[in-house]
């Protein structure tokens, strides 16, 4: 039972939780697309695994993995890759990256752009990735 000491309050709006907590809850309603660029290595499968483990705990979250897979040695592809990625007004870039200041340039100009980057296998210093 409630006191009548304290003012009764009532939340009618995500909005009015704490910021991590209210995001998250908005969130479940939208289908997020999340591109998936990855280098063709040896540990590719090994990757496509440790995501798709790491994306069932989200199991409350429509998200959509588009997977691209890019040579080695192709850093215009990935450059390309991750230009098309704004375009395409995806919620998040899982990148394995080619270290070039190229990617590192093209990293920056999807974050500021709202996008977050996440790099695995290998990270890219001096950009702005997550």
């Given at each position: 039972m409630l006191s009548s000491s304290?003012?009764?309050l009532e939340v009618d709006d995500?909005?009015?939780l704490p910021?991590?907590?209210?995001?998250a809850?908005?969130?479940?309603?939208?289908?997020?697309?999340i591109k998936v660029i990855?280098?063709?290595?040896?540990?590719?499968?090994?990757?496509?695994?440790?995501?798709?483990?790491?994306?069932?705990k989200y199991g409350s979250f429509q998200i959509e993995l588009d997977y691209?897979?890019?040579?080695y040695s192709e850093t215009e592809?990935?450059?390309?890759?991750l230009r098309s990625c704004i375009g395409e007004k995806v919620q998040g870039v899982i990148l394995s990256p080619i270290n070039s200041p190229e990617i590192v340039k093209e990293i920056d100009a999807c974050t500021l752009a709202g996008?977050?980057?996440v790099t695995v296998n290998t990270d890219i210093k001096g950009s702005r990735r997550q």
């Amino acid at each position: 039972m409630l006191s009548s000491s304290f003012p009764r309050l009532e939340v009618d709006d995500v909005a009015a939780l704490p910021a991590p907590i209210g995001k998250a809850l908005k969130m479940q309603d939208k289908e997020l697309r999340i591109k998936v660029i990855l280098l063709e290595v040896d540990a590719r499968s090994y990757l496509e695994k440790g995501i798709e483990e790491e994306l069932k705990k989200y199991g409350s979250f429509q998200i959509e993995l588009d997977y691209m897979t890019i040579p080695y040695s192709e850093t215009e592809k990935q450059v390309r890759a991750l230009r098309s990625c704004i375009g395409e007004k995806v919620q998040g870039v899982i990148l394995s990256p080619i270290n070039s200041p190229e990617i590192v340039k093209e990293i920056d100009a999807c974050t500021l752009a709202g996008i977050p980057v996440v790099t695995v296998n290998t990270d890219i210093k001096g950009s702005r990735r997550q």
